[in-house]
């Protein structure tokens, strides 16, 4: 079973930009599905984008068209999350998860990372 450990996130000013960084160890990593998720403080956790598990297809909330771009190296086991533009909206911790399609909703998810902070000032 794949297990998921995600990285880089931090403060940054808004307008500035943050790349995240989801490893997986275990085998399978391409058969996944890979979903970016945040939680706002207060918040349910929210879809933020995916990508299916060549990579070819990428689903993003409206929140995150035009300023966020997922990408994965499959070489690498590895599903990143470059954001750009930050607003201080953006803060919350962020989650990678897997699961078998390329979806929105949470529930279809099934391996999940522990989270990575990122807060953006204003």
């Known amino acids: 079973q794949v297990q998921l450990v995600e990285s880089g996130g931090g403060l940054v000013q808004a307008g500035g930009s943050l790349r995240l960084s989801c490893a997986a160890s275990?085998?399978?990593?391409?058969?996944?599905?890979m979903g970016w998720f945040r939680q706002a403080a207060g918040k349910e956790r929210e879809f933020v984008g995916g990508?299916?598990?060549?990579?070819?297809?990428?689903l993003y909330a409206d929140s995150a068209k035009g300023r966020f771009t997922i990408s994965r190296d499959n070489n690498k086991n590895t599903v990143y999350l470059q954001m750009n533009s930050l607003k201080p909206e953006d803060t919350a911790i962020y989650y990678c998860?897997?699961?078998?399609?390329?979806?929105?909703?949470?529930?279809?998810?099934?391996?999940w990372g522990q989270g990575t902070q990122v807060t953006v000032s204003s």
């Open positions: 990508i299916g598990g060549s990579g070819r297809s990428t």
């Open positions: 998860a897997g699961g078998p399609s390329l979806r929105s909703r949470t529930s279809e998810y099934i391996i």
């Open positions: 275990g085998r399978g990593f391409s058969s996944y599905a």
